[in-house]
């Protein structure tokens, strides 16, 4: 995808992703996030404006720039794409110090599993109800694995192996789908995810 008139500014891409209903909407989703991502290692730019912001740190108000890029008008009725959901990964990856209670470990998993389930042809509510914090995700997740791809859980495990923070309610989703999963005719492919359910 080119981005012939690509934004500039965190503003820029907030208001192309508010007034975009396409693709576009989900890349320019999926770059602000990464600006967010940026402010978390360096711990400075234009999430970081304003504040005091420690590099490596993530507090609430980063949490809050992820769920508004995410449930921004031009993408809450599409699933999370992968860029997004990768971004969200990095994201955490950057983060050693954490001081959000928990918010964007929950947006994390959310949206992950919201990935994971639309790109497996899977019914999924809309952003604005799968990510909001008062949504439990047992409440529209897939729980057993008939359906769920394993090219999406094999995505999922390789995005978490080996990071030093592990997401328990991310964790325990794929574990309970691989799980579901030995009963079907992908038993083979189950040895990638073996150190995930421990």
Known sequence: MTFQSAPASLADLISQIETLQDETARAFAARALGIVRDGVITGEGPTTKGRIHFSRSLDSDDAAWCARILTAAGVKDMPVSRAEAETLFQISEAAAD?????????????????????????????????????????????????????????WIATQMRGKRRSNRVLKSMVASTVIGAATLPMLANLPSFIDMST
């Open 98 to 154: 954490r001081t959000d209670d928990g918010l964007f470990d929950d947006l994390l998993a959310k949206a992950v599993v919201h990935h994971a389930a639309s790109a497996s042809g899977l019914p999924v509510p809309s952003r604005a109800v799968a990510l909001s914090p008062e949504t439990d995700i047992e409440s529209w997740a897939p729980t057993a694995a008939v359906g769920v791809s394993i090219e999406v859980l094999e």
